[in-house]
Antibody
């Protein structure tokens, strides 16, 4: 069974940093792109970033580029999202997702990030 | 970026009725479109990929159609568990984008 277990969320002050983790199991992690998607309270879904199987290629939405960094450790079956210079508007539930045939086939449970003073 | 516009914003229906949801892209995405279902407090669930292929475990009452810029998700006979928010998403061009969602609610 595919599982994506997320951790690392919480409350952070504006300008602060946070690193989200997503530990995968139940599939060959190193064979899949992985992605991060977020959802602000009561709002829709926004794709943030994706990373190729071996980490050699990364893609970012404009809202993430320059402040967020996606990475992965295939030995640990884990993908990360490092978020710096956080803003109040980054408050959201953050999801990691497995890419299968180019689509988000499996999702983590989501983790809440709250940016507030 | 490609903008996906979903309509209607809200669909008020009763169990047993047919639901037809629309997703229009600002430029052609070919068949590179997916549909997701999201219930409160849960992550999205992949229903349809490549415009018309049902994902694993998705009931046959869900079907997708369309190509280019116009797409439709049809739920042939609404089950009580189908009342949720539905999103379309394109993967034809970076950045991948989602529509704003259609809420299917009880009439």
């Amino acid at each position: 069974e595919v599982q994506l277990a997320q951790s690392g969320g919480g409350l952070v002050q504006p300008g602060g940093s946070l690193r989200l983790s997503c530990a995968a199991s139940g599939f060959t992690f190193s064979s899949n792109w992985m992605h991060w998607v977020r959802q602000a309270p009561g709002k829709g879904l926004v794709w943030l970033s994706g990373i190729y199987n071996d980490g050699s290629s990364t893609m970012y939405a404009d809202s993430a580029r320059g402040r967020f960094t996606i990475s992965r450790d295939n030995a640990k079956n884990t993908v990360y999202l490092q978020m710096n210079s956080l803003r109040v508007e980054d408050t959201a539930i953050y999801y990691c997702a497995r890419d299968f045939l180019g689509y988000f086939s499996h999702w983590g449970q989501g983790i809440l990030v709250t940016v507030s003073s | 970026e490609i903008v996906l516009t979903q309509s209607p914003a809200t669909l008020s229906l009763s169990p047993g009725e047919r639901a037809t949801l629309s997703c229009r892209a600002s430029q052609s995405v070919g068949s590179q479109l997916a549909w997701f279902q999201q219930k409160p407090g849960q992550p999205p669930r992949l229903l349809i990929y490549e415009a018309s292929n049902r994902a694993t475990g998705i009931p046959a009452r869900f079907s997708g159609s369309g190509s280019g810029t116009d797409f439709t998700l049809t739920i042939s006979t609404l089950d009580p568990e189908d009342f949720a928010v539905y999103y379309c998403q394109q993967r034809a061009n970076w950045p991948w984008t989602f529509g704003q969602g259609t809420k299917v609610e009880f009439k």
